[in-house]
T-cell receptor, first 112, second 116 residues
Framework: DAKTTQPPSMDCAEGRAANLPCNHS???????VYWYRQIHSQGPQYIIH???NNETNEMASLIITEDRKSSTLILPHATLRDTAVYYC?????????????FGSGTRLQVQP | ETGVTQTPRHLVMGMTNKKSLKCEQH?????MYWYKQSAKKPLELMFV???????ENNSVPSRFSPECPNSSHLFLHLHTLQPEDSALYLC???????????????FGPGTRLTVL
């Protein structure tokens, strides 16, 4: 799987948009960009994934650059419950039950 | 609520005890996973099941014994554990099918295990 680079930590004010960047300059054409988050001592939570086009769901939006070398996860109105470690992962279209590998992620602290 | 449940959420056991962790998925998936997450360490894959058949055992000690009676249920039987086995044990499931566009893994809340 392609390597990803994320800032170690970010702060965001409650109610504002949180924009979490991820670099994945070695991404291959068949690899998706996935985002998960892990709130302290809980299981990782799937957020969103995309291949080329921007994606939006009830949790977040994913913006992927045209060259696919970087992406941004956007939480439009961050709440205190969004405080967590956010992981950007690049995985092939079909992994054959391969283990999910998390890097260091970005620790997002939402401030009141 | 991810559609994957785990019980118990917390477990404290002695080294001579025998206990079991349970995972159930309500997503209609055919693949299930056990992961271990120790403090300040990345996720470690332990076992993978596909259609009830174990397809991967990631060199896990025999004191951990998985059981998958059907595609919706997964157990992890524990016996004679060591204090270093204390960790968060996570269950996940996915739809394992080559024709799928992706095989996203969905996790349960985890069982926090403490071995005394």
């Amino acid at each position: 799987d392609a390597k990803t680079t994320q800032p170690p930590s970010m702060d965001c004010a409650e109610g504002r948009a949180a924009n979490l960047p991820c670099n994945h300059s070695t991404i291959s054409g068949n690899e998706y960009v996935y985002w998960y988050r892990q709130i302290h001592s809980q299981g990782p939570q799937y957020i969103i994934h995309g291949l080329k086009n921007n994606e939006t769901n009830e949790m977040a939006s994913l913006i992927i650059t045209e060259d696919r070398k970087s992406s941004t996860l956007i939480l439009p109105h961050a709440t205190l419950r969004d405080t967590a470690v956010y992981y950007c992962i690049v995985r092939p279209t079909y992994t054959g039950r391969r283990a999910l590998t998390f890097g260091s992620g970005t620790r997002l602290q939402v401030q009141p | 609520e991810t559609g994957v449940t785990q019980t118990p959420r917390h477990l404290v056991m002695g080294m001579t005890n025998k206990k079991s962790l349970k995972c159930e998925q309500h997503l209609g998936h055919n693949a299930m996973y056990w992961y271990k997450q120790s403090a300040k360490k990345p996720l470690e894959l332990m076992f993978v099941y596909n259609f009830k058949e174990q397809t991967e055992n990631n060199s896990v000690p025999s004191r951990f014994s998985p059981e998958c009676p059907n595609s919706s249920h997964l157990f992890l039987h524990l016996h004679t554990l060591q204090p270093e086995d204390s960790a968060l044990y996570l269950c996940a499931s996915s739809q394992d099918r080559v024709s799928s566009s992706t095989d996203t893994q969905y996790f349960g809340p985890g069982t926090r295990l403490t071995v005394l």
